[in-house]
């Protein structure tokens, strides 16, 4: 009897276009909704079917529940060869390429949804709020002219460095923050909002006065790179202001920052302290002629 019920379900294009999603990666019922343009309903009937014949399984992270496939599934021996090719053949489908781009966007916004939540747990809580204006301070040099506030989240950060600066630019890759930054800043003709990854910033060499990473460093994939495209943006006596939780690794020790100015000849440690569970530097681009720390 198993043997008709996975012909069937072999022959049935939807569920095949499933396995083929699955093969490559797992995911939730509203996603495969999304990438599938089916109902929830038609989508979850072929996932009961897929797990009933043991081809999938799932499990609960969260709120969400995720579906993937058995590695090696309980098959009959006269199926197996059949299902070792169909593997492959169902590449063949005149939906899968479109099918497994949407997925490619699928697990890109999963990624951001799941940043999001972590940003916006952090933001309730608060813990820097009592260091924001020396940290903004330290990134003022004598000429205000341009701030870049990068991994600036939902744009709060401007209400305090506005008065400072002609111009503000708020970098943010997630569309979800940018969203709140937007009505946030209002009609403030002086604050930019650019969507863009840190660690590939759309700005010209030397343009910014000062730099933040306020809260943001230890989201970043490569924080050093994100950090030398800074040092690349930055004018000459300008500053990075850096304001982050220490983690357990003791990722960004004040030997990590020494390190990249030794690493980077115009780049001059000020200022790293270290309070309750949150550190504090200050970072200045300057001539390459004068002694470090």
């Known amino acids: 009897?198993?043997?008709?019920?996975?012909?069937?379900?072999?022959?049935?294009?939807?569920?095949?276009?499933?396995?083929?999603?699955?093969?490559?990666?797992?995911?939730?019922?509203?996603?495969?909704?999304?990438?599938?343009?089916?109902?929830?309903s038609n989508v979850s009937h072929h996932l009961k079917i897929l797990k009933n014949q043991g081809l999938i399984e799932s499990y609960k992270s969260g709120a969400q529940k995720y579906y993937r496939n058995i590695e090696q599934p309980s098959i009959p021996s006269n199926l197996q060869k059949i299902w070792s090719e169909l593997k492959t053949i169902i590449k063949e489908l005149p939906e899968s390429s479109e099918d497994e781009r949407k997925l490619i966007n699928a697990i890109a916004q999963r990624k951001n949804s799941d940043l999001d939540n972590t940003i916006n747990l952090w933001r309730k809580?608060?813990?820097?709020?009592?260091?924001?204006?020396?940290?903004?301070?330290?990134?003022?040099?004598?000429?205000?002219?341009?701030?870049?506030?990068?991994?600036?989240?939902?744009g709060d950060f401007f209400k305090v460095i506005e008065r400072s600066f002609r111009k503000i630019i708020c970098i943010e890759i997630s569309q979800n923050q940018l969203k709140i930054a937007r009505e946030n800043i209002m009609n403030q003709e002086q604050v930019h909002l650019l969507q863009s990854d840190a660690h590939f910033l759309p700005l010209g060499d030397h343009v910014a006065d000062s730099i933040y990473f306020r809260m943001a460093l230890r989201f970043f994939k490569n924080p050093e790179m994100a950090i030398q495209e800074a040092i690349r943006i930055l004018n000459i006596s300008g500053k990075i202001s850096i304001i982050d939780q220490i983690d357990s690794l003791n990722s960004f020790s004040e030997q990590f920052f020494k390190k990249l100015c030794l690493e980077n000849s115009n780049l001059y440690l000020v200022k790293y302290n270290r309070r309750g569970g949150l550190f504090l530097c200050t970072l200045e681009k300057k001539y390459p002629d004068q002694e470090k720390f």
């Open 125 to 154: 809580q608060q813990p820097d709020i009592l260091f924001t204006s020396e940290v903004a301070l330290d990134g003022i040099p004598k000429t205000h002219n341009l701030a870049v506030d990068i991994g600036s989240g939902m």
């Open 1 to 40: 009897m198993q043997t008709i019920e996975l012909l069937k379900t072999f022959s049935e294009p939807h569920r095949l276009r499933i396995l083929n999603l699955l093969l490559t990666s797992e995911l939730s019922v509203s996603e495969l909704v999304e990438i599938l343009t089916l109902s929830q």
